[in-house]
């Protein structure tokens, strides 16, 4: 009866542990307010399917030794928006000028089935 217990429990928390969705890149690489914002992301894309969202990526580029992530949404009409790994976006200024000359190494973090790649 302890097995059978111990094997309810264990598999009851299995089930139970957060789950993030499928990444192109290795998930321990991904931060967690990003996986926050995918899994939101993904939940709205489930609920609402013409949100405008199935045509969204998350992309990853590396600039002065440091990860970068960009949003890009293929609807959209504002550029598309950078992030720094810990969350904070950039705002236009000569940073932001660099990055975009100097950025390189893009990888796809996550990207919907609509997705196309510019």
């Known amino acids: 009866m302890k097995k059978l217990l111990f094997l309810f429990s264990f598999t009851l928390i299995l089930?139970?542990?957060?789950?993030?969705?499928?990444?192109?890149?290795?998930?321990?690489?991904v931060p967690r307010w990003l996986k926050e914002r995918i899994a939101h992301d993904e939940k709205i894309l489930n609920s609402t399917p013409q949100s405008g969202l199935e045509f969204s990526a998350w992309i990853r580029y590396k600039w002065n030794d440091e990860y970068f992530f960009e949003y890009r949404n293929?609807?959209?009409?504002?550029?598309?928006?950078?992030?720094?790994?810990?969350?904070?976006?950039?705002?236009?200024?000569?940073?932001?000028?660099?990055?975009?000359?100097?950025?390189?190494?893009?990888?796809?973090v996550w990207k919907t089935a609509g997705y196309i790649d510019y």
């Open 74 to 108: 293929g609807l959209s009409s504002a550029g598309p928006e950078k992030y720094t790994y810990t969350g904070d976006k950039m705002t236009l200024n000569q940073e932001y000028l660099n990055f975009e000359k100097e950025k390189c190494c893009k990888e796809i």
């Open 15 to 29: 089930i139970s542990c957060e789950k993030w969705p499928d990444f192109l890149i290795p998930s321990s690489e």
